[in-house]
């Protein structure tokens, strides 16, 4: 099982100096999200801007009834030159059910450069990653992406353990996506094994695809078809590929679901060379009080154990800029950038990565002496993807067992 929380963060800027009108609609949806700039785009805050989260995690046992502390957390995203920028997100301990000790460890610590380009036939992405991460789609997720299921927490429980040490990805990771207007495209994911992750008796070593695959999305009236054929990431083993194929149909108008509101459902399946088949449930959600309530504490039900997971923020901050909500008097809009805060959870509800897409970018966001304001919606539950494998067995499988 595996749950995403997002938010989406609009960033703005502006000349401080200008004396021309006030960007007044700014944060009213009238610009940002409707402004599209082809060609390439490098989106960045500016040397040295960013921001930072401490967080801890709150697990509710209901096999034994009770509640202990785990997953303390500093995460920091730093921009340095424009399309590159430092991520991290550092733990207190190697530790799967507390917060007693000090041995801090990354669970994600990397540079990355990032850049797409639009043109009127379709957007090219790419990112290259070097250091340690946890969170696999690096260029936005489809539906089908949505099923990726994060490293989990094997080092954690075994932490003595020298072969169960490392379950991430350490190394260098490129990151490819083309998706032409047709709806038709290619995505790739390879990495260089490295930084300690590399593990030869396990194939883990050298240069190595995760992902090599090409894919289809169209949309036939209310129903929304997506297809990835090739090599797809082994589902009961993150680190490795599987040639093969997975479809999704899904619900492209929302369903009124109580409470919740308008959902989207969709239906998934997968079947490699080297794995039992795949069927799979994607639920979206909307963003609105109950869901950012669930997300705003990464709310999960779990299993391994039983319980309810949360993690809860303690203390957040921007890095190179304030917190200012409304643009200066006497400032001019000239850019912006759009973005989307991603975070997972593993199946027992701890959430150990954490990325950030920039969606879309316009106008000047290079030029020294710009002043930054953001807008951001709050964290939400925004989708709930469980699928699990499935076994036929012959007649004679059935007896021996």
């Known amino acids: 099982m595996m749950r995403k929380a997002f938010m989406v963060i609009a960033f703005i800027f502006l000349y401080s100096w200008s004396s021309a009108e006030a960007a007044e609609d700014v944060f009213e949806g009238k610009i940002i999200g409707q402004q599209y700039q082809d060609g390439w785009n490098f989106p960045g805050l500016g040397f040295g801007r960013g921001n930072w989260n401490l967080s801890v995690g709150l697990f509710f046992n209901t096999d034994k009834s009770y509640a202990y502390f785990r997953n303390l957390q500093l995460q920091v995203d730093v921009d340095l030159w424009p399309g590159s920028r430092y991520h991290m997100v550092a733990r207190s301990n190697n530790l799967f059910d507390t917060v007693s000790g000090w ?79 047709s709806g038709l495209g290619y995505h790739a994911t390879g990495i260089y094994w490295g930084f300690g992750y590399a593990n030869p008796a396990a194939g883990l070593e050298g240069a190595k695809f995760l992902e090599n695959y090409v894919y289809f999305h169209h949309n036939f009236g209310a129903v929304h078809f997506e297809t990835h054929v090739g090599g797809l990431q082994m589902t009961d083993n993150q680190r490795k ?15 009124d679901v109580f409470l919740i509101g308008e959902c989207n459902i969709g239906l998934f399946y997968q079947k490699t060379e080297k794995q039992p088949y795949y069927t799979g449930l994607l639920v979206t959600f909307p963003l609105n009080d109950i869901t950012s309530a669930l997300g705003g504490v990464d709310l999960d039900i779990d299993r391994g154990p039983n319980g309810i997971s949360t993690q809860w923020q303690l203390a957040k901050g921007n890095i190179g800029f ?80």
């Not at 150990?352 to 709050?378: C, F, M, Q």
């Open 322 to 401: 304030g917190n200012e909500k409304d643009a200066p008097p006497n400032s001019v809009l000239v850019g912006g950038i759009e973005a989307e805060r991603v975070r997972t959870y593993c199946s027992n509800g701890m959430v150990r990565d954490y990325y950030e897409h920039r969606l879309s970018a316009w106008g000047d966001y290079k030029s020294d002496g710009l002043v930054v304001v953001e807008e951001e919606t709050p964290w939400w539950l925004q989708a709930e993807a469980v699928y699990s494998n499935c076994v036929l067995y012959t007649s004679d499988a059935a007896d021996e067992r």
């Open 241 to 255: 590929m599987d040639n093969g194929f997975n479809v999704y149909l899904g619900s492209k108008v929302g369903r």
């Open 103 to 181: 041995q801090p460890m990354f669970d994600e610590n990397n540079l990355e450069l990032f850049g797409f380009n639009r043109s009127d036939d379709g957007v090219f992405n790419y990112s290259l990653r070097v250091g340690v991460e946890r969170y696999l789609t690096a260029t936005y997720p489809d539906a089908l992406s949505m099923f990726i299921n994060p490293p989990g927490t094997s080092d954690l429980r075994n932490p003595n353990n020298p072969n169960l040490q490392h379950n991430g990805y350490g190394g260098t990771m490129l990151q490819l996506d083309y998706a032409h207007k």
